[in-house]
């Protein structure tokens, strides 16, 4: 019910902005379109941040540091979560998690790693 595959990840290549997908592959669709879906990220020797969130109606949140470069969507019918990078920097390479929250339960994936370099 909780698991979550975030694909997407690896080393910025010169020209092709990243887009980090999430997959819930177990989770059923009604219970994966209620949810909120979140992306949030940790750089070396830092806490977790959040990224950006989509509430199941398409709402979005981002954190501040992203605003105007990345775009978060989601796919319903395919149970399936996007971050859209753009206009990335060295201060963007973290591992890169997506979670997905609904009532009280908050259900984690395992990362992807994001490098982008100087």
């Known amino acids: 019910q909780g698991h979550l595959v975030e694909s997407g990840g690896g080393l910025v290549q010169p020209g092709g902005p990243p887009r980090l997908s999430c997959k819930a592959p177990r989770t059923i669709t009604s219970a994966f379109n209620p949810s909120i879906m979140g992306w949030y990220r940790q750089a070396p020797g830092k806490e977790r941040d959040l990224v950006a969130t989509i509430t199941g109606s398409g709402s979005t949140n981002y954190a501040d540091s992203v605003k105007g470069r990345f775009t978060i969507s989601r796919d319903n019918a395919r149970k399936t979560v996007y971050l859209q990078m753009n206009g990335l920097t060295p201060g963007d390479t973290a591992v890169y998690y997506c979670?997905?929250?609904?009532?009280?339960?908050?259900?984690w994936g395992r990362g992807t790693q994001v490098n982008v370099p100087s």
């Open positions: 979670d997905r929250a609904l009532g009280d339960q908050t259900y």
